[in-house]
Nanobody, 121 residues
């Protein structure tokens, strides 16, 4: 079993920055992709960013491109989502996900519990 624990969420004013972290533990695959998704109230879960094991492939949603960056530290089994120039519409619960395959779809095998990000005007 794999556990994913997110942290770093909180409240920030528009234009501010936050860095989310997600630590994977347990019986992870020998190599795995990690992704970030978000879900705002009343909306479907939305892809944000994903990164391959080697970080050689990165997917970023058009809605956050140029503002968010995804990086990983395999030695620490951790993936980060660096969020800058935050907008009110970025408000959502952010979820970390893990799978063998890098993808933009939400059918990742493992999920974290989510961390709330609230951006105020």
């Amino acid at each position: 079993q794999v556990q994913l624990v997110e942290s770093g969420g909180g409240s920030v004013q528009a234009g501010g920055s936050l860095r989310l972290s997600c630590v994977a533990s347990g019986r992870t695959f020998s190599s795995y992709a990690m992704g970030w998704f978000r879900q705002a109230p009343g909306k479907e879960r939305e892809f944000v960013a994903a990164i391959s094991w080697s970080a050689g492939s990165i997917y970023i949603s058009d809605s956050v491109k140029g503002r968010f960056a995804i990086v990983r530290d395999n030695a620490k089994n951790t993936v980060f989502l660096q969020m800058t120039s935050l907008k009110v519409e970025d408000t959502a619960v952010y979820y970390c996900a893990l799978d063998r395959v890098l993808k933009r779809t939400s059918d990742y095998v493992y999920w974290g519990q989510g961390t709330q990000v609230t951006v105020s005007s």
